[in-house]
Every structure is written in structure tokens, then in C-alpha cells.
T-cell receptor, first 113, second 116 residues
């Protein structure tokens, strides 16, 4: 499974856009890129996933270049409640039942007033 | 919005005691998981469960651990004889059939286990 590398931490201010870039140089052809958010003492929460180009939902956008060796999670106009750890995961498309997620250290985002 | 619920939210136990952590996955989900997170560390995969059997387990999930879906709604994690190093937050998760190839799992709020 492709290893991911992302910044350990980032600071931002309310109302700003936060972009977190994750590198996954050894991503395989059938792998998806998935992002999770985790607040303190809570379970991870799925944010967004994509395979290539751009994906947008009500929470975030995910930009994936053509070579798929990196991806960028974009959080528009963050608020204090977006302070959390954000995990980038590469998820193998497998035929076995279920899907095991491998979490790294994540990026700790602190949103300041 | 449907959610995964876990009980207890916090359990304190003595080393060597048996502990059962309970989870109610989202009702139409077919894939079930347990993860754990030791304080300040990464979220770690323990086990996945499908069609009433374990589909994958990690090295952490040794003979002291077992899982069960006793009644079609609950999904339990049993630790037979707890050790100090079992102290962690344990997260149950479930996923739907359509998401079995992707990474969308729904996690519960967690059960904090403290072993003294």
C-alpha cells in the first residue's frame, strides 16, 4: 500500500482557505485517495475521496493531479470548529470483504480567531 | 443521520479482567471493524468482519481478542485478559456494500478503556 506523507501541523485563521497537500508517490492504479477528519476524543469522520482530477462536496474539495502522486485537500473559509487532525489515506480497491484503513500521523490543523 | 453507537463510553478495569466493548453498527451495513487509538498515537486497525466471520486482522489482534455479532444488531469486541498496554480508545466502524472498494467507513464515538 502506498505510503502517505503530509505536514505534521498547520495554523490558519478563521475565514481563510486551508490547503493540505499529501504525497503518495507509490500509489497504485486502482487506489483511491481518501481524507478523514478527527476531533479530539472522537472517531474519524470521512470527508472526501477521489481517484483523479477534482472532487467537491459540501465540506471540502480534493485536487488530484494527473500523475496522482499527490493530492490536496482544500477547506474553504475555515471556522474554529474545523480545528482537527486531517488524515490522508490511500485505499486499495480490493475484492476481499471490507476495507482496512491505514492511518498515518495526520495533519493537525489549528484555526485561530 | 444514521450513526454507529458504542457502549460504554468509558470503562476502567483491573489488569487481567475481561472486557466487552459493544457497538451497534448502522443498520444496513454489512462490514464491521474495530480500530484502536492509544493516547497521542495513530489510529490502528484491529479487525474487519463480514458475513459472520473475520475477514482480516492485524498483528495486534491476538488470541486475547475476539469479536462477535451475537444477535444481528450488536458487534462486540472482547478482550479476554486485559493488559496495561490495552488502554486506548476503541472505535467501532461499519461500511455499506457499495463502499467495500472505497474508504468510506462510519466510525462511532469510541469507548475509552483504562486498564489499571
Amino acid at each position: 500500500l502506498a505510503k502517505t506523507t503530509q505536514p505534521i501541523s498547520m495554523d490558519s485563521y478563521e475565514g481563510q482557505e486551508v490547503n493540505i497537500t499529501c504525497s503518495h508517490n507509490n500509489i497504485a492504479t486502482n487506489d483511491y485517495i481518501t481524507w478523514y477528519q478527527q476531533f479530539p476524543s472522537q472517531g474519524p469522520r470521512f470527508i472526501i475521496q477521489g481517484y483523479k482530477t477534482k472532487v467537491t462536496n459540501e465540506v471540502a474539495s480534493l485536487f488530484i493531479p494527473a500523475d496522482r502522486k499527490s493530492s490536496t485537500l482544500s477547506l474553504p473559509r475555515v471556522s474554529l470548529s474545523d480545528t482537527a487532525v486531517y488524515y490522508c489515506l490511500v485505499v486499495a480497491r480490493i475484492k476481499a470483504a471490507g476495507n482496512k484503513l491505514t492511518f498515518g500521523g495526520g495533519t493537525r490543523v489549528l484555526v485561530k480567531p | 443521520e444514521p450513526e454507529v453507537t458504542q457502549t460504554p463510553s468509558h470503562q476502567v478495569t483491573q489488569m487481567g479482567q475481561e472486557v466487552i466493548l459493544r457497538c451497534v453498527p448502522i443498520s444496513n451495513h454489512l462490514y464491521f471493524y474495530w480500530y484502536r487509538q492509544i493516547l497521542g498515537q495513530k489510529v490502528e486497525f484491529l479487525v474487519s468482519f463480514y458475513n459472520n466471520e473475520i475477514s482480516e486482522k492485524s498483528e495486534i489482534f491476538d488470541d486475547q481478542f475476539s469479536v462477535e455479532r451475537p444477535d444481528g444488531s450488536n458487534f462486540t469486541l472482547k478482550i479476554r485478559s486485559t493488559k496495561l498496554e490495552d488502554s486506548a480508545m476503541y472505535f467501532c466502524a461499519s461500511s455499506a456494500q457499495r463502499d467495500r472498494y472505497t474508504g468510506e467507513l462510519f466510525f462511532g464515538e469510541g469507548s475509552r478503556l483504562t486498564v489499571l
